[in-house]
């Protein structure tokens, strides 16, 4: 056996599948689990969500909906034209058009499988095909545009469950001398800062460069930059070329490995001892709520993330220990969070400084939380994280 299930999150619903009513009939649930395999070194999710059921024409994220996100992409556009001025562009996973809206000059094209999102970006001048990508589609991309000098995917290559044939999809459609780059949360962040969240059903993978790596020995394409990102709690961006195309190697790629295999990312032993520091978390966390629930404290929560329903399912967390979510995100407002029906509502300005407490679900977004609620902290007011550990600021 090459692969081994490290950990088990337990019962867990669709996690973009807000709900319009507090307790639905019939909710779907899966099984959790997570694995490592031994000889590829890649993480994945044991059983994995038929894609039609989480991505389609009510997926709730909006990438532009975060400033911490407007301004990334902005900048990370400048950076590209600026470093390859690539002639044609690509995003696989376009969203609500954030990134490609800064290429307009070159015809970006986007592919978005979540036909609500895709409408968007075909409204704003990106040609975007409402598909899911494999082989048959970077075909008919390519038929009708050609090849790319550039091809971006943040946060969607590792949702693709046919792994080798997405990357084979992109070999295809990538000129001789082009770029693809790949983005997606670290598997040395999670591991480094307990943050079991990043599992979700979503998430088929969660990568190391190490298994990036090691799949990419098996095509024409090979690593050759990696910038380190604090997007998502962690995230690597990872620059791919042929391996005939002659761009310099940068030094980062052989000490991101180095440093991966030092920490003990290609070894069993590493998974197993994570999965007890999860277990930890979780029992740490549900005290906290047990010691401020039982003292009466008004808790809510702050950002209905994805992330956060592996979290408040996997630790029981309900409408009973978090009186409701704010999010800024319209179309999950008036709705119920999936598994755990804690309501969602659009936030208020500020913060009140009736609010004791404030889960803080969209942690990976902590610095512009606190920016924004300056005021409710310097009141007093308090914010519960569970990432690095469960604790209390
Ligand atoms: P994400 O981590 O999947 O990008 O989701 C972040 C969610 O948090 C998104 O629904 C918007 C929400 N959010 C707020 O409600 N207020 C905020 O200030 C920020 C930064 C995010």
């Given amino acids: 056996m090459t692969t081994t299930v490290f950990l088990d999150l337990g019962k867990q619903p669709i996690t973009n599948n807000f709900l319009k009513i507090q307790n639905p009939p019939n909710e779907f649930f899966y099984n959790l689990k997570i694995m490592f395999n031994e000889e590829t070194k890649l993480v994945s999710l044991v059983d994995f969500v038929p894609p039609e059921k989480m991505f389609n024409e009510t997926y709730a994220h909006r990438a532009s909906m975060s400033l911490t996100m407007r301004e990334a992409y902005k900048e990370l556009s400048l950076k590209i034209k600026d470093r390859f001025n690539p002639k044609s562009i690509l995003e696989i996973g376009s969203n609500d058009g954030v990134f490609l809206k800064n290429f307009l000059d070159i015809g970006p094209i986007g592919v978005e499988p979540c036909k609500n999102l895709a409408e968007i970006t075909n409204s704003m001048n990106i040609k975007t095909y409402a598909n899911f990508w494999n082989i048959s589609l970077s075909n008919k991309v390519s038929n009708d545009n ?4 550039f091809i971006y995917s943040a946060n969607t290559i590792s949702h693709i469950q046919n792994l080798e044939e997405a990357i084979s999809a992109v070999d295809n459609i990538l000129t001789d001398n082009g770029v693809f780059v790949l983005e997606d949360p670290s598997l040395l962040e999670v591991l480094k800062n307990i943050s079991y969240d990043q599992f979700y059903d979503e998430h088929a993978y ?3 460069v190490t298994a990036i790596n090691n799949l990419l020995k098996r095509t024409e394409l090979e690593i050759f930059d990696i910038e380190k990102l604090t997007t998502h709690g962690g995230s690597n961006r990872i620059y791919i070329k042929k391996k005939k195309n ?12 180095k440093f991966e295999e030092d920490f003990g990312i290609d070894k069993l032993e590493t998974y197993q001892k994570f999965a007890k520091s999860v277990e930890k978390s979780k029992n740490d966390l549900c005290s906290i709520f047990q010691n401020l629930k039982s003292k009466n404290n008004k ?11 592996t979290i408040l399912n996997y630790c029981g967390l309900n409408s009973e220990c978090i009186e409701y979510f704010v999010d800024t995100t319209k179309n999950k407002q008036g709705k119920f969070t999936p598994g755990t029906h804690i309501p969602i509502i659009k936030p208020d300005n500020y913060l009140k400084n009736d609010i004791n407490f404030v889960f803080l679900g969209a942690w990976n977004f902590k610095n512009e939380i606190f920016n924004k609620e300056k005021k409710y902290i310097d009141n007093g007011g308090k914010f519960i994280t569970h990432v690095p550990f469960p604790q209390i600021i």
Wanted: charged letters at 15%; zero cysteines; glycine letters at 10%.
């Fill in 246 to 257: 002659k761009l310099n190697t940068s030094k980062i790629v052989s000490s991101t490995l």
């Fill in 206 to 208: 969660v990568f190391s």
């Fill in 146 to 149: 050609g090849k790319f000098e």
């Fill in 299 to 309: 808790i809510i929560g702050y950002g209905a993330t994805y992330k956060s329903s």
